[in-house]
């Protein structure tokens, strides 16, 4: 698969198993009414989304249901997607049951159970939604329309003078002749699959799609309910704690398991490389894991996060030209000014509050599964592989998960829990430390991206140059009216190439996207302030795309903008992109203390058109969610290390944002009902970098090129400048 | 070193026997059962492991089992009175003050003690004593938020 299609969602490689047929849902699940829908349909149906594109011949051809309709009058919305956060525990189930007309209460979410659920590739790239959404709304109706039919042979009146509601059909001459949705189910085993032929609903007509509907996994969230990986407690289960080297690249030379073999009832297993303490507690596994006496040889050091951007410049190949337009030389000559600038980002850590965890079961040739991962069928085929068994004979189960931002798309703790329940005839669990975290975390990338561009005398944009290295595409390409523009994206993407990167590196939310739209929304600002030309008027002279002026503009009116070249003095900073279909406008106020470099974002107004919204409120905290987020990397985030040696193994030198960093936020939703959904997850987290380092210029007169904008970085900023 | 040790653990008489030197986060997660109280550092850095001793927010990951002799433990588990939710875990979910929850336990614990302290804090006040506990999803202005309405709430009620 090409890096560009996998573009969208966020993962490089991906094997499937072809050889699985269909699995045995309804012997599994009992009688009711199921409808049942092919993934390879349901994503080949969608064109543009392009997960047809990217999977022409590799799609699985097994089937599972959508939704199954007991006997009980329950409805089960049975789903790949995991709930990590997102939200689509609660807006999944909306969808399922607008379309299929019965109340929310009476839906009930099974996610990421492999056994049970139809395939999915994983829960990224904000496209539960966007992607799943629609083929989940179609297997709705088509479910309806199976009760309409049962209904009509029950009550022997036409199916065109029949309606629904509430888990009841009913005659629309008569409400009182009804007959319920269990009833129709009762005794029932009826697979249907879905034609596409029966419409799904058009927005005036949602009851429950739009509505903001609080967390329907609230409840077990609040009183510590849920289940989490880590939470999963199997009889005789064992808790590993794993040896690991110092530093990535480092070789075990010799180690002495004397000591930590006194432990009482600890078990040690030594297998290859691989050595763990394994108790009945973690924290005596831990005690005892303290004991293994190990020398490592380490690697040279190598780049560090000074070195790591020149290591860059020098090893990236050829690149790859994403768009070209025009004539650059002629460009060049018309312009008055030609600005060229340097923009470099640090490594990134997800940290999400819950570290990687996994519970493995291996019971002779069957695994069960519990982990914290972002793709669940891809966990299932890795166990299978690392176990040498047949995927059916593994099966991964729901639990919730505890932040991913891309993070848990890799699940390196499911193959070692895997490998050790094996070894030891036990149910394991590996839960990662903090440190541990940090050591094997999929970073987001540092890059460096290079834009030389020109004005003209009368403040437009005469060409746009723009070299991205080891970021990746998502967001490279500029969307503004330039004559002469190439964009060029160097290195892999996010995932790296071998010999770009000291660690693994990976998705981070909205992956590229951060980098490259903080690049771009610097280098429009810097020619806005060279042509004396406020920032938010630069950038509307310069766009065609209605939506993108709309957020502009409902941003700017929300905020109270007025007009004014920059540096204003006042603190305020525009930026806008877009990221998963969806187009989003920030601006943002600081306060910047020169004395010590600190910046407080006092204020942060954002606006996105996204599309069909299915829980307003939803998508809101998800916005909120990622303008907080987005103050870390913007401000704080950058990994310190030595070659493969991970110097930041917690959160006092790593810092993420907390509560006192948190401006006063305002977002507004685009009412754009008729439009597909677009992603809600990602898209208003990508203009933060560029956002704060447009408000740091207008309060300073400083530039800040290099993210996170610490406060040292500030303070050499000022006194330069 | 292994011996017997009580204290109340959600309004119940708990007694065990239990290398005292072992973290309070897990003992309560593994020989007893609770596991709504989370590790998320191992240092005192998050505060998902908060628990209440004798109506005091601390890190159970960094407390030792034996300074809970005696004394009163209150979890996540022990909030809710007869099924019904504490106002400040209803809070929680009506005010949208969680995503994906694993903090969430450790949040409202501290907010407890918190407001057992302060009983009409301002946003100020409420950030200023949730900011030693971490949330990586960004739910925080939904969290503040939901702590003032819970400690509204929870005036009338007292």
């Known amino acids: 698969m090409k890096d560009d299609q996998s573009a969208d969602f966020g993962f490089v490689e991906d094997t499937f198993d072809l050889s699985m047929n269909r699995r045995d849902f309804l012997r599994v699940t009992g009688g009711g009414i199921f409808v049942l829908f092919t993934v390879r349909d349901s994503l080949l149906a969608q064109e543009g989304t392009g997960a047809a594109r990217a999977f022409p011949n590799s799609l699985p051809t097994d089937f599972n249901a959508f939704v199954k309709i007991g006997a009980d009058g329950r409805v089960t919305c049975c789903t790949g997607k995991i709930e990590m956060g997102q939200g689509v525990f609660t807006s999944l189930g909306q969808m399922l049951a607008d379309e299929l007309d019965v109340s929310l209460e009476s839906v009930d979410m099974l996610m990421g159970d492999t056994d049970l659920c139809p395939w999915d590739m994983g829960t990224w790239g904000s496209l539960s939604t966007r992607s799943f959404g629609p083929a989940l709304r179609a297997a709705g109706a088509e479910a309806r329309q199976v009760l309409v039919d049962l209904a009509s042979e029950h009550l022997k009146i036409p199916a065109g003078n029949l309606e629904t509601e509430d888990g009841f059909v009913f005659d629309k001459a008569n409400k009182h002749t009804r007959v319920s949705y269990a009833q129709l189910a ?56 794993i040896l690991r080297p110092p530093a990535h690249g480092a070789k075990l030379i010799d180690v002495d398991l004397s000591e930590a073999k006194q432990v009482k ?137 505890g932040g991913g931002f891309g993070g848990k798309s890799r699940h390196l703790q499911v193959l070692e829990a895997a490998r050790l329940s094996k070894l030891s005839g036990k149910p394991v669990q590996v839960a990662w430390t903090r440190k541990e975290e940090f050591f094997f975390d999929s970073f987001r990338p540092a890059a460096v991206v290079k834009i030389t561009s020109g004005i003209t005398g009368k403040g437009s944009i005469s060409f746009w140059d723009y070299h991205v290295y080891f970021a990746g595409e998502r967001g490279a390409q500029q969307f503004y009216s330039i004559p002469n523009h190439s964009t060029t994206s160097y290195g892999s993407g996010w995932a790296g190439t071998q010999g770009a990167h000291p660690f693994a590196t990976g998705a981070w939310r909205a992956p590229a ?143 993420i944002p907390r509560f006192s960093w948190v401006p006063k936020i305002e977002t507004a939703i685009i009412d754009n009902q008729n439009t597909d959904p677009q992603g809600g997850g990602e898209p208003a987290i990508i203009t933060m970098g560029g956002v704060i380092a447009n408000a740091i210029y207008d309060a300073t007169g400083v530039r800040m090129f290099h993210l996170p904008m610490t406060p040292e970085r500030i303070k050499e900023a000022t006194s330069k400048g | 070193m292994e011996e017997r040790i009580q204290f109340t653990l959600n309004g119940k008489a708990t007694q065990l026997a239990v290398d005292t030197d072992r973290m309070l986060l897990w003992v309560l997660r593994t020989d007893l059962g609770l596991t709504g109280t989370k590790y998320g550092c191992g240092e005192s850095l998050c505060g998902a492991c908060t628990v209440l001793v004798n109506n005091e927010a601390i890190r159970s990951c960094q407390t030792p089992v034996k300074e809970v002799r005696n004394k009163e433990v209150v979890t996540i588990e022990g909030l809710a009175k007869n099924g019904t939710l504490h106002p400040l875990q209803k809070a929680f979910v ?34 200023e004593g949730m900011d030693n506990n971490l949330c990586r999803c960004g739910a925080h202005k939904r969290i503040v938020r939901a702590v003032q309405a819970a400690a509204k709430e929870m005036e009338r009620g007292s």
Request: net charge positive; with cysteine; charged share 25%.
């Open chain 1, 265 to 401: 009832d600890i078990r040690i297993i030594h297998d290859g490389d691989l050595i763990a303490a394994l108790h009945k507690y973690p924290d005596v596994a831990e005690t005892a894991l303290a004991k293994v006496k190990a020398k490592f040889d380490r690697p040279p050091a190598g780049v560090d996060e000074k070195t790591i951007f020149d290591h860059f410049l020098k090893i990236a190949s050829d690149g790859k030209v994403l768009a070209k337009e025009g004539d650059q030389k002629k460009g060049r000559q018309e312009s008055k000014d030609v600005l060229e600038e340097t923009y470099l980002n640090d490594y990134v850590a997800h940290a999400p509050i819950e570290p990687h965890t996994a519970v493995v079961n291996v019971e002779g040739d069957k695994a069960t599964v519990w982990v914290s991962t972002q793709a669940p069928f891809r966990a299932r085929d890795e166990v299978a592989k690392e176990l040498g068994f047949s995927p059916g004979n593994v099966r991964v189960l729901p639990c919730f998960v």
């Open chain 1, 186 to 241: 009762n005794g029932q085993k009826i697979e249907r699959h879905v034609s596409g032929k029966v419409a799904v609903k058009k927005p005036s007509e949602f009851k429950i799609i739009g509505k903001s509907i609080p967390r329907r996994d609230g409840g077990d969230k609040v009183s510590g309910k849920a289940k989490y990986a880590g939470d999963i407690q199997l009889p005789g289960m064992l808790y590993a704690r």
């Open chain 2, 94 to 127: 009506d005010h949208y003050g969680l995503q994906c929850g694993y903090c969430t336990p450790g949040m409202i614990m501290n907010a407890y003690s918190f407001l057992k302290k302060n009983q009409r804090p301002s946003s100020a006040e409420i950030i």
């Open chain 1, 513 to 655: 996207n951060n980098t490259n739209t903080f690049a771009r929304e610097s280098q429009i600002d810097i020619m806005a302030a060279k042509a004396g030309i406020d920032p938010l008027e630069f950038r509307l002279q310069h766009l065609t795309d209605k939506k993108m002026q709309r957020v502009l503009t409902t941003a700017a009116g929300k905020f109270g903008w007025k007009p004014a070249k920059g540096p204003s003095g006042r603190g305020y900073g525009i930026a806008c992109g877009t990221d998963a279909g969806t187009t989003v406008a920030s601006i943002a106020e600081v306060e910047v203390d020169k004395a010590t470099g600190n910046v407080k974002v006092k204020r942060v107004v954002c606006v996105q058109d996204m599309g069909l919204v299915v829980n307003p409120e939803g998508a809101t905290i998800q916005m909120e969610g990622c303008i907080t987020m987005g103050l870390g990397y913007a401000l704080r985030e950058g990994l310190h290390f030595k070659g493969g040696e991970i110097l930041d193994v917690n959160f006092d030198t790593y810092e």
